[in-house]
């Protein structure tokens, strides 16, 4: 029966988002797959950071994670990320203009293109921000839902060294998943 409402379970561009609830337009949990947008505006680049957070040290940074989601007694699968920082990159202000918080945003490559016996699709292009606090880092997801840029911040970790863990449980077509991660950011 799961795996029947799992392969069913699809967004308006034939994949999913693993992603907590929230209050945005969303399909039971799942929010509506991160997709590029035409939109072409200006964004306040120039964000006061501390010095760990500085937005010319290093440019561009690269992204490096891997999440496992867990249906409880149904599938626990990997979903590795790689990218590369966009937070200066003027094809990209409207990721700033949606996350104005961020400190960082990046364009990320997930793989692979579905989990679970392949009943879920997972979007191979995702756009994630990351807010500091001092030593804690917000992990934000920033996706497009019929034309309009969202965020939702999906974990939150402690920076150590240039890693964070997180982790955050979701609802998938009322079943709950589990998902925990860590992203180096190098």
Known sequence: MIAMILMWACNISGSVVLSPDTDADTTNGITPGDTESDADTDADTDADTDADTDMDADYPRSWEGERVV?????????????????????AYSFLLDACNDCDQVYEIQANPDSICYDQVSVSSQIYRGLEFDDDDVSIIMIYEYEGDWYT?????????????????DGVYYDYDYSVYGYVTID
Do not use: K
């Not at 867990?70 to 003027?90: A, H, L, N």
């Not at 939702?152 to 955050?168: F, H, I, K, P």
């Open 70 to 90: 867990v249906f409880e007694g149904y599938c626990e699968d990997s979903i590795y990320e790689d990218g590369e920082e966009v937070t200066q990159e003027d």
């Open 152 to 168: 939702e911040t999906l974990g939150r970790g402690s920076l150590d060294g240039n890693s964070v863990e997180y982790d955050y």
